[in-house]
């Protein structure tokens, strides 16, 4: 890693990180030998939890506010390797950190620890104990997660598994008939001699069943509803829709039928966009029933089913939610936004395969690429993937237009490509994007500010109609800023620390913290005094100084 390299995983941390694979601490002359090997312990095992390839330590920075305090812990590299060494004698295999590296910020001194990821299938352990993070705490490995490490050593598919005792008669013959059209779908070469096979060899040839012999997945797929307790697994999708009601509904197997049903279940209709000086509408359906069956059949082929959990949708006035426990199995799902990423691996290999032979999914990879173009093109925000800290996979598919005119501009400039529409989406909803995407945004004009605290561009403020909000997130600049001070020590001689705090506060970007309202002020003012524009007495209070 460059010196350049380790400075951009600096500020990133600093400015944007996970809470249970990041921590900071002060450290500034010493840290206990014995909390350092628990750190050690749970970033590692949530480095691994959370398909991360290490988690990170740093020392000489504050947690709350990132500010740089600077730490003298194990000066030098001999004691910095004597402490590798130390370390490994009390863990799992031996394992210590990866690298340790000094930086210099701000004119100090900040150490990284590289904390490797636990292997698969094995806790990583610190005399014995087991921890894990849980937001910014500390705390003991739970069991769902320690089992959910452990079973990462287990390649058994349980979808490819013989189902004892089961025949084609516990099979839905409406399935099975679905089934044969979605494979004709898929083979459409093969349709005329699909017809021509009995439903066993449909069945070996849809790799549903093997040899003739009925697999769980065949009964999840085409099961009859009362032939569930051959999977000895609960075999269920929950719809619930979240209302003071509390209406909802179970759905069990088949689910190749099922989730249709769910889908009906699902309240939606169209809605309308007026481009700006136009009269013909923009027009598109709250939910598209291809995603919210993609959304499902995702679910199920992704579920860990080790985990006996079902698969939840939940309907809000305004979005929709689907869980399913397991993480990704391979990647992330940003990995999978252009379509251009194809997954090695499955979960459930045996399962994903004969649902693409009978059309419930593809296994190229293009399921969630789909998803965020249908949303691109009925102006609608993007799909948003979230993993909880109970190992589900949480996707929210909204159903309504957020912000308007956003939506208005996706409409007026259709030619707009979908990463950079997935990349305004998260700024738009404040999330955390690249350095090189912030570049790319940059460059098309189409961001302002500095992270964390980007913002829409002037250009498309003006275009969406946003100038006021721009205006806000933006803020006064230093020079206006200074300005405004000077202007206030004319009318009145002099001004307390408290009050130019009160007078700029609502001047600065509206999304600052007030931990940086205060840095930003207090920049501010040893700039304008090392200039000698103003100038503090003995009573702490602000001068102008006379020309």
Known sequence: MTEQELYNV??????????????????????????????????????????KDFAWLVFGVENKSRKIIGTSYKNGMTSLQKLKHDLAQHTTDRNTFRDIFELTVEGKRVLMFQVPAAPRGIPMGWQGHFYAR???????????????IRREKVDEDWSRQIVKGATIADLDPAAIKKAREGYK???????KEVDTWSDEVFLNKAKLTIDGKITKAAILLLGLPESVHHLNHIGEIVWRLASKD???QVFTIPFLLTTTDVMHQIRNYSFKLFPNNSFLPGEGMKYDNESILEALHNCIAHQDYSQNSRIIVIEREDELEFSNSGRFYEGTYEDYISGERIPKHYRNPFLAQAMANIKMIDTEGFGIHKMFVSQKERYLPMPDYDKSDNGNVVLTLPGNVIDE???????EHSDIELTTVVLLDRVQKGKPISDNAIKMLRKERLVEGRKPHLYVSKQIAKATNKQVEYTLKKGFDDAECQEWIIKALKDHTVLSRKQINELLWSKLPIDYTDTQRMNKV??????MKREGSIWLDENRMWHKTEA
Do not use: I
Not at 15 to 40: I, M, Q, R, S, T
């Open 246 to 248: 509390n209406v909802g």
């Open 134 to 148: 849980r937001g910014e705490s500390l705390v003991a490995l739970d069991m769902s997660k320690y089992e959910e």
């Open 522 to 527: 207090g920049n501010l003012l040893m700039k």
């Open 185 to 191: 779908e898929h083979y459409p070469k093969q349709k």
């Open 10 to 51: 600096f500020d990133n941390l600093r400015y944007h990180h996970e809470n249970e694979v990041v921590e900071f601490k002060k450290a500034e002359n010493n840290f206990d030998f014995d909390d350092l090997g628990k750190y050690f312990s749970a970033l590692s095992n949530e480095a691994n939890l959370r398909d």
């Open 405 to 411: 005119n956003y939506s208005l501009l996706l409409l």
